[in-house]
């Protein structure tokens, strides 16, 4: 397997492989990362595909987001998309992907990055849940154990506080669960 940065003629097989792999919300996922790819710069995001026999199988992307600390805005990451297709699951193309990005952005100084996901998948990263540990989630509708985040080595005690997502968040209404029974005021 080839773990490489996206490129531009890449942005069409990522679109399908998050197609693929989440099914109805594929759509949803797949706008959202055309307009986070936009938000990319050489030093903050980081758009990741893994490569099996030349063909795209996974892509995860990392991007920027505030959190809002008692001292000043820090500048954070999300790990958010990460999808393999559906028949590469499962061999470790989403574990390798995760930890790529993790060793690049530690290598940044990026002092922490958040997520919302299956603690049953993240916690091998060493992902935990963040309302422990002096954050607070972006939204009411992130379950609490699903807002998960990783301290790096540029991670100093006194970065606590809320999680502003990044605006293409809220356009894309990629943020937590949606009541679909929820009468509109
Ligand atoms: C979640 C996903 C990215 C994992 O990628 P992957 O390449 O299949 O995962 P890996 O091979 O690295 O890891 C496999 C392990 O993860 C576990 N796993 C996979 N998906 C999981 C999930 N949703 N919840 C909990 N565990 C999961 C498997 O049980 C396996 O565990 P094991 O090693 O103990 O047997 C992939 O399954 C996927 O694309 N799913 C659909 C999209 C999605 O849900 N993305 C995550 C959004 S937060």
């Not at 773990?3 to 990522?14: F, I, Q």
């Not at 809002?68 to 989403?94: I, T």
């Not at 940044?108 to 091998?124: I, Q, T």
Request: no cysteine.
């Amino acid at each position: 397997m080839d773990l490489r940065e996206e490129l531009p003629g890449d942005s069409e097989h990522v679109r399908d492989i998050h197609l693929r792999a989440f099914g109805d919300h594929g759509p949803v996922v797949a706008d959202l990362v055309d307009t986070l790819r936009d938000t990319i710069t050489p030093t903050g995001g980081l758009s990741l595909v893994a490569e099996l026999d030349g063909r795209t199988v996974g892509h995860v992307m990392f991007t920027r987001s505030l959190l809002d600390a008692p001292r000043r805005l820090v500048e954070v990451q999300v790990l958010s998309p990460l999808a393999v297709v559906p028949e590469h699951q499962r061999h470790g193309v989403g574990s390798a992907l995760v930890r790529y990005g993790l060793t690049a952005l530690a290598e940044r100084a990026v002092p922490l990055v958040f997520l919302e996901g299956d603690p049953g998948y993240y916690s091998r990263f060493g992902f935990a849940r963040g309302d422990g540990q002096g954050f607070r989630k972006p939204s009411l509708r992130i379950p609490d154990g699903a807002f998960q985040v990783i301290g790096l080595p540029a991670y100093e005690p006194w970065m606590t506080g809320t999680l502003v997502y990044a605006e293409p968040f809220w356009r894309h209404d990629a943020v937590g669960l949606r009541d679909p029974g929820a009468q509109p005021a």
